[in-house]
């Protein structure tokens, strides 16, 4: 229903004054009003929420209105998507979802599967958490860790990666310049406060989180820390994903003594990189590991992407044949498979490049 429905609406109801309360009315058809000007027409004017016209009607306002009238209303109110069963529409927290795409979507990464959807699940399980969650991904280029990012942001937002609940960072395009840290500085803060206030749970991605100046990651420690709110506002619900190539090599190396021995790549515990993480992290160059961030132990978990093997390519190579509604043959999975560069040289074990490419790559075994 349209605005100027809404309104005729609203006189028709006023029309009828005589068998409601006005006052009741009034006040309605006054906050509907308001939020008409100000958000559809976006109107100049600044919500006071002292202000009972500004406030959302409550039940007994609408204990004067007709059934018919009150469904009406209903239906246009939440066509805006200001209203839901479950709260705030925006967010849809499907932790089902997220585990099944986790599982079905994401190949060759046990590590990344479990961690994160237990850290997750157990954040979204806990609202009185201490401190927003911070997760810090680790790995080569291609193995997964926007893939995951952006999962993560497909079943917790309605929207994604493009609800007004997600921001991204990718510090070499919105802070180029160290010079201007200082400036950076200001504006991240403002961009981070502004949402969080705007939504009740929040989550920002940094990419290429090892090129930002440890001035930058400093300025917003604060919301990343133990505090009930930092300037009135709290933090404790937002979601913070720092992703970087840090410790890549170091990810490889395990997995490869343990092709050396044997073992399966399954057999890969956090116990064995983690802690390895951690330690490289702290040592690399760049402003991430010379931050307060790293040495505040405000990183929850730091989670392994570990590389791609083959028949991993073969997967992701099948998804983006799926993904365009087309059949394929193992023969030619294979063909794209053994179209990809393996390292080590002697080895040839791991795709240098990921998945990454592999969309782009199908073409060429096209009809």
Same mark, same amino acid.
């Given at each position: 229903?349209?605005?100027?429905?809404?309104?005729?609406?609203?006189?028709?109801?006023?029309?009828?004054?005589?068998?409601?309360?006005?006052?009741?009315?009034?006040?309605?058809?006054?906050?509907? !009003?308001?939020?008409?000007?100000? /958000?559809?027409?976006?109107?100049?004017?600044?919500?006071?929420?002292?202000?009972?016209?500004?406030?959302?009607?409550?039940?007994?306002?609408?204990?004067? !209105?007709?059934?018919?009238?009150?469904?009406?209303?209903?239906?246009?109110?939440?066509?805006?998507? @200001?209203?839901?069963?479950?709260?705030?529409?925006?967010?849809?927290?499907?932790?089902?979802? *997220?585990?099944?795409?986790?599982?079905?979507?994401?190949?060759?990464?046990?590590?990344?599967?479990?961690?994160?959807?237990?850290?997750?699940?157990?954040?979204?399980?806990?609202?009185?958490?201490?401190?927003?969650?911070?997760?810090?991904?680790?790995?080569?280029?291609?193995?997964?860790?926007?893939? =995951?990012?952006?999962?993560?942001?497909?079943?917790?937002?309605?929207?994604?990666?493009?609800?007004?609940?997600?921001?991204?960072?990718?510090?070499?395009?919105?802070?180029?310049?160290?010079?201007?840290?200082?400036?950076?500085?200001?504006?991240?803060?403002? %961009?981070?406060?502004?949402? =969080?206030?705007?939504?009740?749970?929040? *989550?920002?991605?940094?990419?290429?989180?090892?090129?930002?100046?440890?001035?930058?990651?400093?300025?917003?420690?604060?919301?990343?820390?133990?505090?009930?709110?930092?300037?009135?506002?709290?933090?404790?619900?937002? $979601?913070?994903?720092?992703?970087?190539?840090?410790?890549? %090599?170091? $990810? /490889?190396?395990?997995?490869?003594?343990?092709?050396?021995?044997?073992?399966?790549?399954?057999?890969?515990?956090?116990?064995?990189?983690?802690?390895?993480?951690?330690?490289?992290?702290?040592?690399?160059?760049?402003?991430?590991?010379?931050?307060?961030?790293?040495?505040?132990? *405000?990183?929850?978990?730091?989670?392994?992407?570990?590389?791609?093997?083959?028949?991993?390519?073969?997967?992701?190579?099948?998804?983006?044949?799926?993904?365009?509604?087309?059949?394929?043959?193992?023969?030619?999975?294979?063909?794209? %498979?053994?179209?990809?560069?393996? =390292?080590?040289?002697?080895?040839?074990?791991?795709?240098?490049?990921?998945?990454?490419?592999?969309? @782009?790559?199908?073409?060429?075994? *096209?009809?």
């Amino acid at each position: 229903m349209s605005a100027r429905c809404f309104l005729l609406l609203l006189w028709a109801v006023s029309a009828q004054a005589d068998f409601f309360h006005f006052d009741s009315i009034s006040n309605v058809s006054t906050y509907y !009003f308001n939020y008409i000007y100000c /958000n559809i027409w976006e109107g100049e004017c600044q919500p006071n929420q002292d202000d009972a016209t500004q406030q959302v009607p409550t039940r007994d306002i609408w204990a004067g !209105f007709p059934q018919d009238y009150m469904s009406l209303l209903h239906q246009w109110y939440c066509s805006l998507g @200001q209203c839901c069963e479950s709260g705030d529409c925006r967010i849809t927290n499907n932790i089902t979802g *997220l585990a099944r795409d986790l599982q079905t979507k994401l190949h060759g990464q046990h590590l990344a599967q479990s961690v994160v959807l237990k850290a997750i699940q157990g954040f979204i399980n806990n609202p009185e958490s201490n401190k927003p969650l911070t997760l810090s991904f680790h790995g080569w280029s291609g193995t997964g860790k926007n893939f =995951v990012a952006r999962i993560i942001a497909d079943n917790l937002y309605r929207d994604g990666v493009k609800s007004e609940c997600v921001r991204l960072f990718i510090a070499p395009f919105h802070f180029p310049h160290a010079r201007l840290v200082d400036t950076y500085k200001g504006q991240l803060r403002e %961009a981070i406060r502004d949402m =969080v206030l705007r939504c009740p749970q929040t *989550l920002f991605i940094f990419d290429e989180a090892e090129k930002l100046h440890p001035g930058l990651i400093d300025a917003i420690k604060p919301f990343m820390d133990h505090y009930d709110n930092v300037d009135g506002v709290s933090y404790r619900r937002a $979601i913070f994903l720092f992703l970087s190539n840090i410790g890549g %090599a170091t $990810i /490889n190396d395990v997995a490869l003594d343990f092709w050396h021995s044997g073992q399966n790549r399954e057999d890969i515990g956090m116990e064995d990189l983690e802690h390895r993480l951690r330690a490289e992290t702290m040592e690399s160059q760049g402003g991430f590991a010379q931050s307060e961030l790293m040495s505040g132990h *405000l990183i929850d978990f730091f989670v392994p992407f570990l590389p791609l093997e083959y028949r991993h390519i073969k997967l992701c190579a099948r998804d983006a044949y799926a993904a365009r509604g087309l059949e394929t043959d193992e023969a030619t999975l294979d063909e794209v %498979a053994k179209a990809m560069l393996y =390292v080590p040289k002697e080895e040839r074990l791991f795709s240098a490049q990921g998945c990454k490419s592999i969309p @782009q790559r199908i073409n060429f075994f *096209l009809p």
